[in-house]
């Protein structure tokens, strides 16, 4: 039978998180899993059941730690080979958790949808500037709706923006009173920089995926992507979330249409995990009416992400713990 490795790397800040990944795992029956982690900048000295370390040094030019990322993922596949689960720090495994579930063998990684189709971060803009304050192929959104497009063009006589919006294939001009005083920093850019016309599927959240050795050169193309020396000079605007924007523009480029759907709960809070373990059936709901905390469907969550506070962790773990006597 084909077996996992689960993979999670940390630098010592962040190493109670692992070991509390690793704690929920043992509790829950997978202490035969091998475990690989990566130790960013320093040497640990956990040690438990299956448990393999490797040093990964400190890189002076990484910009965020979370851009460590496609880099570790792509060493664990070419050093250790086989299947691999890629976990981040601050995940607590679910008793749903099923290590065969996650076996295949595309070439290309699995990952999981997460609380928001299309993540974004803003920036306001001054619209009281001199015409034009927006750029040409800027991303902004129409004030008062839901309407997001690009700006394709200006007309000086009037003043008004040419954009294209998403939902229509025929662009239109916009005096600025229309149009949200923010620039709009999502996938869009990234996007379009390496000519990817159509997302071929949702958003997909890199908290976690499933890989293989088949999938070597996406992991290299997504590693490529994310230490493009030209596009790090502007950061946010092409990644706005980080290693994440870029693995998504890999899935369209690529063609991917396939993922896991919606298998873990956001949540900062034990109460919530306790809650969607203790219950079956929970369908299309916000965990204690709280928006961050959706679950699709109680049956399918492997996992818990979020999990950084350690109060809540310790009491997540003792409430695991005391479930597996």
Not at 11 to 37: A, T, V
Not at 47 to 62: A, E, G, R, V
Not at 129 to 139: W, Y
Not at 154 to 175: A, V, W
């Amino acid at each position: 039978m084909e077996m996992i490795k689960i993979l999670a790397y940390s630098d010592k800040n962040y190493e109670y998180q692992i070991e509390s990944l690793i704690k929920s795992l043992h509790l829950r029956g997978h202490d035969n899993i091998e475990f690989l982690y990566y130790t960013v900048g320093f040497e640990s000295e956990l040690d438990y059941k299956n448990l393999t370390k490797k040093h990964w040094p400190l890189d002076p030019n990484m910009r965020r730690f979370p851009y460590y990322k496609p880099g570790i993922c792509l060493d664990a596949i070419r050093t250790f080979g086989g299947n691999i689960v890629f976990l981040d720090s601050d995940v607590l495994i679910g008793r749903r958790f099923d290590p065969q579930f996650f076996l295949h063998h595309n070439d290309y990684p699995l990952l999981s949808v997460g609380n928001w189709e299309l993540p974004y971060y803003f920036t306001g803009v001054d619209t009281t500037g001199s015409f034009p304050v927006f750029n040409i192929n800027d991303r902004i959104l129409i004030d008062g709706s839901p309407e997001f497009g690009n700006v394709i063009g200006y007309n000086y006589q009037d003043q008004t923006y040419l954009i294209k919006l998403d939902s229509s294939e025929i662009p239109e001009y916009y005096s600025v009173e229309k149009i949200s005083n923010h620039r709009i920093n999502d996938y869009h850019k990234l996007m379009t920089y390496y000519g990817v016309k159509n997302r071929t599927m949702t958003y997909v959240y890199s908290c976690f995926m499933s890989f293989n050795v088949n999938c070597e050169d996406f992991l290299e193309e997504w590693k490529s992507i994310t230490e493009n020396p030209y596009l790090n000079k502007y950061d946010r605007e092409y990644y706005p979330i980080a290693e994440e924007t870029a693995i998504n523009v890999v899935l369209w480029k690529r063609g991917v249409t396939q993922n896991y759907g919606k298998i873990f709960v956001n949540t900062l809070y034990s109460d919530a995990v306790q809650y969607v373990e203790e219950n079956e059936n929970l369908r299309d709901i916000n965990i204690f009416d709280n928006p961050l905390q959706k679950c699709e469907d109680s049956e399918r969550i492997h996992f818990y992400h979020g999990m950084i506070d350690r109060e809540e962790i310790n009491k997540t773990v003792s409430y695991i713990e005391q479930k597996s006597k």
